[in-house]
């Protein structure tokens, strides 16, 4: 089906990904014991293999990301904009995270920005939280502001119906202008990464770390 390949073209790129740091990781032994021959480091992985590698390092900055921004990040407590902040803070997520809230100036004692174009640098990641018809533009100004990996947990599209479909295809039209740009979603659960105290998700528990990947 056309979402079991989709799952595996994934698994395909996070696996080669997976891959290229590994040799990163040898190549960073040798230079230590004072090898002659020196790979790319982990910022180069893209040039090295050209397209396929842009777009492992852009998954890259989904699956262990450095900075993120959570659009929609809410103080209602049963909102999921206010969960998945919850959940980042609580996972203690090493890097800093902004939430996104033109409405407010902290939430969750944290310093709000009115959109992900006041940030002082650009995220790895924005996870999305907001109504399903705001999703096309935060894409947009995503795109404007330079970051390539999102996570789109909104609700509201091909899922509900004619409206929904047009919704999507908004989505999906306003994506294709940023070729660089990964996305996963709309609608799904979110990202969880134990081994960098990753949780941008509305999940209520965490994993613990392990050697087994799911995707679903």
Not at 16 to 37: I, S
Not at 55 to 64: S, V
Not at 87 to 108: Q, S
Not at 147 to 166: M, T
Request: with cysteine; glycine share 10%.
């Amino acid at each position: 089906s056309r979402r079991s390949s989709a799952a595996r073209r994934l698994a395909g790129a996070v696996r080669a990904w997976e891959e290229g740091l590994a040799r990163n990781a040898r190549t960073h032994t040798r230079r230590r014991e004072g090898g002659r021959r020196a790979g790319p480091g982990r910022d180069s992985v893209a040039k090295h293999s050209g397209a396929e590698g842009m777009a492992i390092q852009n998954l890259r900055n989904i699956f262990r990301p450095e900075s993120i921004a959570v659009v929609g990040a809410s103080g209602r407590t049963e909102s999921v904009g206010y969960t998945v902040l919850k959940n980042l803070i609580t996972a203690e997520f090493a890097g800093p995270v902004y939430p996104i809230n033109p409405n407010r100036d902290e939430v969750l004692g944290v310093a709000a920005h009115k959109t992900v174009g006041d940030l002082p640098t650009p995220p790895d990641l924005a996870v999305v939280c907001t109504r399903a018809n705001l999703v096309p533009d935060v894409i947009r100004q995503c795109g404007e502001a330079g970051i390539v990996g999102l996570v789109v947990l909104s609700a509201g599209f091909r899922e509900f119906g004619d409206e929904g479909k047009q919704l999507e295809a908004a989505l999906l039209a306003e994506l294709r202008r940023w070729p660089n740009m990964r996305l996963i979603g709309p609608n799904c659960l979110g990202v969880l990464s134990p081994a960098c105290r990753l949780n941008a998700s509305f999940a209520r528990t965490m994993p613990n770390a392990g050697r087994v990947a799911f995707i679903s």
